[in-house]
Every structure is written in structure tokens, then in C-alpha cells.
């Protein structure tokens, strides 16, 4: 992602940033883009670490779903 041409730079980093050169602008939109990526990864790793613990093969029985259940 690091590598891919940035083609816009998103309004909120416009608003945020009004005084910001272009290049600044390309630089944060580039740095959001990566952070970006991160958290999607971290969401891809929490979807299939649950998925894993639901299947039928996780040894898991009665799993609490929700915390207020618990108190």
C-alpha cells in the first residue's frame, strides 16, 4: 500500500490540515492509508480468531457472547 499512487487526498485531511503544501497533504493521506491497512488487518485477524473459536472442532462449549450476560 505503501507504494500505491495516491489519487485523492481525502476531505477530512483537507479540513484538519487547512494550511498543509500538497506534499504534506499526500504524506498524511499516505500515512492514514497505512494506518488503515493496519487496523483492517487487525480486524481480519479478530474475525477469524472468533470464527475459529465458534467452530464446531474448538472444543468450546457454552461460550459467554456477551459480557453482560456475565454480570
Known amino acids: 500500500m505503501a507504494n500505491d499512487p495516491i489519487d485523492e487526498i481525502p476531505k477530512f485531511i483537507r479540513r ?11 504524506e498524511a493521506t499516505e500515512t492514514f492509508n497505512e494506518y488503515m491497512a493496519v487496523v483492517w488487518d487487525i480486524f481480519q485477524r479478530i474475525k477469524r480468531k472468533q470464527a475459529d473459536r465458534d467452530s464446531p472442532n474448538s472444543g468450546v462449549r457454552d461460550r459467554v457472547d456477551n459480557v453482560d450476560q456475565i454480570v
Open 16 to 26: 484538519v490540515m487547512p494550511k498543509a503544501s500538497e506534499t504534506e497533504l499526500r
